[in-house]
């Protein structure tokens, strides 16, 4: 069973490509299952569309499933195509998010944390300036943020957990038992972490992922793809590498349903 939930287009402004480019090139490299999942809108903000480049505009989010949900029909024999959503946890913004998401037929959403203490995931000079104890209490800040998302239930898989390990200098210098603490809350509560491959440096990394195994906690694959032709990109060699730690099934998702199958 070859599958990918992690998928962006054209919408959010930051990927390239149709819905359909991403279920056409789903089929071509024979997955099953292709969870179309782009970034939900900022309905927490007044503004239809304050993140051009981050986001799809509050008005453009039902034609998004519409369309998602026409592709599902069409290519019904073909392949599963799923619709998902990749949420952000925007601590006061919760309940918003929570109405929006149970009023639409989602097959799953995935919730991640790309803003947190005041900076951005990808803030690399934020954190360059920081000093030792800095470093070590912003990591701690992320981590807490990710426990605080598993605890919300809104979310069946959390994308991209330890991003930060991709863009931070020295990251993994700065050990703290803050992580361990994470992956026990995320085991507590039954969410899924996603093994992102988007980038030639998978998170989370091998060591975080063997505790992960460890504590219990259920993953599932997702390449994050922002170009049709990154669809399932090193599926395989995930899977593998699972194989290596320990696991011996991951999950799939239907109608907010998870399902686990064998590796």
């Not at 480019?21 to 569309?49: C, M, R, W």
């Not at 024999?77 to 918003?96: S, T, Y």
């Not at 947190?116 to 990591?139: C, I, N, P, V």
Request: overall charge negative; glycine content about 6%; charged content about 25%.
């Amino acid at each position: 069973m070859k599958f990918d939930f992690h998928t962006h287009h054209e919408r959010c402004g930051h990927a390239t490509g149709t819905l359909r480019d991403y279920v056409t090139a789903a089929v071509e490299k024979n997955l099953q299952s292709i969870g179309l999942s782009d970034h939900l809108p900022l309905f927490a903000e007044e503004a239809d569309h304050p993140s051009p480049d981050g986001c799809m505009a509050k008005s453009e989010f039902p034609h998004y499933v519409k369309e998602v949900l026409q592709l599902k029909q069409e290519f019904a024999g073909k392949i599963d195509v799923l619709l998902g959503a990749e949420a952000d946890f925007i601590p006061n913004g919760l309940d918003i998010y929570r109405e929006i998401i149970t009023s639409y037929p989602f097959d799953y959403v995935i919730g991640s944390v790309h803003e947190f203490a005041g900076h951005g995931l990808y803030d690399s000079e934020h954190w360059d300036r920081l000093t030792t104890q800095g470093k070590l209490d912003f990591k701690n800040s992320y981590y807490f943020h990710v426990a605080q998302s598993a605890k919300t239930g809104l979310y069946d898989i959390l994308g991209h957990v330890d991003a930060l390990d991709r863009y931070l200098s020295d990251y993994k210098a700065y050990h703290t038992e803050v992580a361990d603490e994470t992956l026990r809350t995320i085991a507590e509560h039954d969410v899924v972490i996603e093994i992102n491959s988007s980038d030639e440096h998978w998170v989370p990394n091998g060591a975080l992922l063997e505790r992960a195994f460890h504590y219990g906690v259920k993953v599932t694959f997702g390449s994050d793809a922002h170009e049709p032709e990154q669809v399932g990109d090193h599926f395989e060699e995930v899977r593998q590498h699972l194989l290596q730690i320990g696991y011996r099934e991951w999950a799939l998702f239907k109608q907010r349903k998870r399902t686990m199958i064998s590796l």
